[in-house]
């Protein structure tokens, strides 16, 4: 069994402009980090011309899709009918980008036959996290 879950999912950003960029992007979900879900985006997508990854929690996807999640980088909230808009804040600027809420279900429910909710524990490997923590010192 695949310890790793990648869907490529199409994602718009929404710009000034009225016209709305249509890009691909990648959701990741590796259950070696089974709280965390990433989101990559090619290097066309960014104003820096290089490929960026978005780290942040499931839990936080999942809520988002049904209300406003998130206070921090990263902010999720529904978005009409049948999209979800993901909000990435950084010092440049944000980035918002909207997906169909169908293919973020999709992911999440792949993710959850890896992963059940609130058995993330169970697939941490807390020896390796500390190791990695005091490498070095």
């Known amino acids: 069994m695949s310890t790793v ?3 490529s999912v199409q994602a718009r950003m929404v710009a000034s ?3 709305m960029e249509t890009l691909p992007a990648t959701l990741r979900y590796d259950r070696r980090d089974p709280f965390a879900v990433s989101m990559a985006f090619p290097a066309k997508a960014t104003l820096e011309g290089a490929d960026v990854s978005w780290e942040f929690s499931r ?3 999942a809520a988002g899709m ?3 999640a998130g206070l921090g980088d990263v902010r999720i909230r529904p978005y009409g009918y049948d999209r979800t ?3 990435f804040h950084a010092v440049e600027g944000i980035a ?3 997906v169909r809420t169908a293919e973020l279900r999709l ?3 792949r993710a959850q036959e890896l992963v059940p909710a609130g058995d993330e524990h169970r697939f941490l490997d807390l020896d390796r996290n500390l190791t990695d923590l005091f490498d070095g010192t």
């Open 66 to 68: 049904d209300g406003a």
């Open 59 to 61: 839990e936080l996807l």
């Open 5 to 7: 879950i990648e869907q």
């Open 85 to 87: 808009v993901l909000e």
């Open 96 to 98: 918002m980008v909207h």
């Open 107 to 109: 992911f999440l429910e």
């Open 17 to 19: 402009a009225p016209r």
